[in-house]
Every structure is written in structure tokens, then in C-alpha cells.
């Protein structure tokens, strides 16, 4: 197991479009978090999986984003109609329990909405 | 409102120049304090966990403090390679399982 992976890595979409990214968690680890980053900002929390039940949402996680984690393992995160705003690091984190030592989180999808 | 402050925003060392990082809280019931190493275009890197005052924890020329406002990062004789931003995030647990994290401190190490 090579830890978190996201993919992309980068994604350009035009204003309006919808996108969607995937984050494969460390297989042993049951609880998963997805965050957004915007420059020079620490990384903001959007939800929490623990299995395959979303646990905990953000008021940040307006309803044109979804996530979900069909079966407890990879999870996606859509953003329907994105706008210039969604522009950010979409960053994905998977632990074996809540403040546990070693949040580990993959390296990032990169949003540029045009 | 739960914040996390950190500073400085940026801070330049020589190689070999020591210093701290601050990142104070007003958290209550705080319940695990983070450290992360965040290189650019990356996610961030794990570094220490701290939960309660008076704890310590040492990597190599890291070493992490906790009391109860506020949790320091040491560097001791710093290397380039050090150079990053340094996040520090705490969790206060019971309805919540997030990590609230601080703004970093972008560190720079000439050599």
C-alpha cells in the first residue's frame, strides 16, 4: 500500500461543468475525510465517511457537491455546476480512528475553474 | 468560535539558525493537537501528534510542545530542506470528527 491516492492530479474545467474526483484510502483504514485548500489557507474540512456512512458534513459542502464511499473503500467527490469559486485543492485523508495519530492525506487534486 | 492561530505567516533562517513556531488555540476540551509538513503541490505530511499539556515529542530536528493555550514547534540548526509551511490542526472530538487547521507558516531555510 502506497498510502492515499487521488485522482486526478489536476483538473481545468469551464464554469458551469460538472467534475468529479476519486481518493483510495490506505485499505486498513476505515475512516475517510475530505478537506478543500485555497492558497496561502490551511486545508478547510468538508466530510467524514466512517465505512461506507457519511458521518458528518460541513456547512461548506453546499448541495451542488456530493460524496459518497459505495462499499467502505474508494470514495468520490462530485461538484455539479462549479463555479470560479470551487477553485482549490480538493485533499482526501484516511485514518483507523478519529484523532488517532496519522491522518495521512493524499497529495491533492488540483481545481482550476475558468 | 473554535480558532487556531499560527505565527509568524512566514519566517527565513540561515542553516543552522534555530527557532520556533507558534500555534495558539481556543479550543475547549481539546482532545489532540497536530503538527503536518505541507511541501508545495503536496499534501500535507504527518508529523506529530501532542494531547496533553506537558507533552513533548522529538524527529530528528523537530521537537513539538503542548500547553494548554497554545503548542510550539522547535527547530533546531535548520537544513534547507526544511523549508516548507508547517500546519498545525487540533481536534476536539464529540459531535465532530474534523480537524480544524491554522494558516501555516511558510518556513525558508538559506543555506
Known amino acids: 500500500d502506497t498510502g492515499v491516492s487521488q485522482d486526478p492530479r489536476h483538473k481545468i474545467t469551464k464554469r458551469g461543468q460538472n467534475v468529479t474526483f476519486r481518493c483510495d484510502p490506505i485499505?486498513?483504514?476505515?475512516?475517510l475525510y475530505w478537506y478543500r485548500q485555497t492558497l496561502g489557507q490551511g486545508p478547510e474540512f468538508l466530510t467524514y465517511?466512517?465505512?461506507?456512512?457519511?458521518?458528518?458534513k460541513s456547512r461548506l459542502l453546499s448541495d451542488r457537491f456530493s460524496a459518497e464511499r459505495p462499499k467502505g473503500s474508494f470514495s468520490t467527490l462530485e461538484i455539479q455546476r462549479t463555479e470560479q469559486g470551487d477553485s482549490a485543492m480538493y485533499l482526501c485523508?484516511?485514518?483507523?480512528?478519529?484523532?488517532?495519530?496519522?491522518?495521512?492525506f493524499g497529495s491533492g487534486t488540483r481545481l482550476t475553474v475558468v | 468560535e473554535d480558532q487556531v492561530t499560527q505565527s509568524p505567516e512566514a519566517l527565513r533562517l540561515q542553516e543552522g539558525e534555530s527557532s520556533s513556531l507558534n500555534c495558539s488555540y481556543t479550543?475547549?476540551?481539546?482532545?489532540?493537537l497536530f503538527w503536518y509538513r505541507q511541501d508545495p503541490g503536496k499534501g500535507p505530511e504527518f508529523l506529530f501528534t501532542?494531547?496533553?499539556a506537558g507533552e513533548e515529542k522529538e524527529k530528528e530536528r523537530l521537537k513539538a510542545t503542548l500547553t494548554k493555550k497554545e503548542s510550539f514547534l522547535h527547530i533546531t540548526a535548520p537544513k534547507p530542506e526544511d523549508s516548507a509551511t508547517y500546519l498545525c490542526?487540533?481536534?476536539?472530538?464529540?459531535?465532530?470528527?474534523?480537524?480544524?487547521f491554522g494558516t501555516g507558516t511558510l518556513l525558508a531555510v538559506q543555506p
Open positions: 485523508a484516511s485514518s483507523l480512528a478519529v484523532g488517532s495519530d496519522g491522518y495521512t
Open positions: 485499505s486498513e483504514h476505515n475512516r
Open positions: 479550543v475547549s476540551g481539546l482532545r489532540g
Open positions: 465517511f466512517q465505512n461506507e456512512a457519511q458521518l458528518e
Open positions: 501532542l494531547y496533553s
Open positions: 490542526a487540533v481536534f476536539y472530538g464529540g459531535a465532530t470528527n474534523k480537524l480544524i
